[in-house]
């Protein structure tokens, strides 16, 4: 089973708060993402990582930002959280190859009052 | 990257076998077809991935025609716990992945 871990599980903050959203993989993967999901709705790529010192922006254009500073390390961090930021926030790790496999954390749940 | 299609969403009943086709005119020679799983609140779970013809694994098996443009996802004997949403995903390694709606399969007793 792959290792990947999301904290926290649950987030209930209030608007202004700063907030990061921490990810680790055991695994030694060099891409990581961040995928945004509304209940009942599509994962939206919002930042992607390459490697260490390499983020990319997503799909989806998101206020929060991301760092690579570690292999194992992935954190996103929204500065001032808004009440449309409350959304379920999934980070995955894979691979470099041709037949990319992604392994996904258990997700963390924001909600901003 | 490829774009998919896949049902929006579909009905079965336990025991029964379960077969979702997703649409991809447009795949690249170097993308291969990956499918996940995704149970409410939890992020999704990779169940089986194929490049050419017939893939199958302990869960799962994946039909791929010989000129790819699609690919059908079959789960033998469903159970309740099979309800979930089922992604096709199409790229390589080299690209990001593009989750798109998924079908959502409703297993009933």
């Known amino acids: 089973e792959a290792d990947i871990y999301q904290t926290p599980r649950y987030l209930v903050i209030g608007t202004g708060k700063k907030i990061t959203l921490e990810c680790s993989q055991t695994?030694?993967?060099?891409?990581m993402y961040w995928y945004q999901q509304d209940p009942g709705m599509e994962l939206h790529l919002i930042h992607y990582?390459?490697?260490?010192?390499?983020?990319e922006k997503g799909d989806l254009s998101s206020e929060s930002t991301v760092s690579r500073i570690r292999t194992e390390h992935f954190p996103l961090t929204l500065e001032s959280a808004r009440p449309s930021h409350t959304s379920q926030y999934l980070c995955?790790?894979?691979?470099?190859?041709?037949?990319?496999?992604?392994?996904f954390g258990s997700g963390t749940q924001l909600s901003v009052l | 990257l490829a774009k998919t299609t896949q049902p929006i969403s579909m009905d079965s009943y336990e025991g029964q076998e379960v077969n979702i086709t997703c649409s991809h005119n447009?795949?690249?020679?170097?993308?291969?077809i990956t499918w996940y799983q995704q149970f409410p609140s939890q992020g999704p779970r990779f169940i089986i991935q194929?490049?050419?013809t017939k893939v199958t694994n302990e869960v799962a098996s994946l039909f791929i025609p010989a000129d790819r443009k699609s690919s059908t996802l079959s789960l033998p004997r469903v159970s309740l716990s099979d309800t979930a949403v089922y992604y096709c995903?199409?790229?390589?390694?080299?690209?990001?992945?593009?989750f798109g709606k998924g079908t959502m399969l409703l297993v009933s007793p």
């Open positions: 995955a790790s894979s691979e470099v190859g041709g037949n990319e496999k992604l392994f």
């Open positions: 695994m030694g993967h060099d891409k």
């Open positions: 990582s390459y490697g260490v010192n390499s983020t």
């Open positions: 447009n795949i690249a020679t170097n993308d291969y």
């Open positions: 194929g490049y050419k």
């Open positions: 995903l199409v790229g390589e390694g080299y690209s990001t992945l593009t």
